[in-house]
């Protein structure tokens, strides 16, 4: 049953859809957590060693961290690789142009599987500049996340990177979060306005909310 409803195209939009609103949960609580460096080093660096405490003396240290990003993994892996299936789908379905040009989409629907990708490549560039340290511009000083973050916006190629990706996921979620309410039958002529209120509101305020740190840091108000 789970082979069956994967193969149909319902099944992997459903599973697109689902996966979304997982990350899209992550994002609001990771974007809260990171506006926290607005509050000093003290408290962002005591945020991010309570990230590692979640759930103890219940769960050992890490495992609750260790748990939300084996979900995330799956999340994202699931999400891209019915994205890149749906889209391969779709190009064998019309193997030729239309003779007549489809309505115009908006921005963010055409841009939809260039934002994957470029959310896709910059999720790993922010795994190896700011959890591994790997390509870190800077000492990176493990369990001091304030001092790493300020050392990656002091430099323009980490401001460019962050921000491209931000305005690339706002335009992700815009569209994004409408298309998930269509597939699991939320959405109706009636809610329509609504719903797609709701997406630019959600995509302006990550948006914003994650640009805000690098900002802070170009404009010395983080230091």
């Known amino acids: 049953m789970a082979r069956t409803v994967w193969d149909s195209t319902l099944g992997k939009k459903t599973v697109m859809a689902v996966s979304g609103l997982i990350m899209l949960l992550y994002l609001v609580a990771h974007m809260i957590g990171n506006l926290k460096i607005y509050f000093g080093a003290g408290e962002f660096n005591a945020y991010g060693h309570w990230l590692r405490t979640v759930g103890e003396p219940f769960m050992h240290y890490e495992w609750t961290l260790w748990l939300i990003r084996v ?34 989409a908006s921005y963010a629907t055409r841009t939809m599987r260039w934002g994957g990708i470029i959310l896709g490549l910059f999720i790993v560039w922010h795994i190896l500049d700011l959890t591994t340290g790997t390509a870190h511009p800077g000492g990176f000083q493990e369990g001091r996340p304030y001092q790493n973050v300020v050392d990656t916006f002091s430099t323009w190629y980490g401001n460019v990177v962050y ?51 690098p900002v802070g840091v170009m404009t010395g108000v983080v230091s």
């Open 71 to 104: 979900v995330l993994v799956a999340a994202v892996v699931a999400h891209a690789t019915a994205a890149y299936q749906l889209s391969r789908r779709d190009i064998r379905a019309r193997p030729s142009k239309y003779v007549h040009k489809k309505p115009r």
């Open 163 to 213: 921000i491209v990706a931000m305005l690339a996921l706002g335009l992700h979620i815009r569209h994004g979060f409408w298309s998930a309410a269509q597939t699991l039958g939320a959405g109706s002529r009636s809610r329509d306005r609504a719903l797609k209120t709701v997406a630019n509101v959600l995509a302006l305020l990550l948006t914003a909310g994650f640009i805000a740190v």
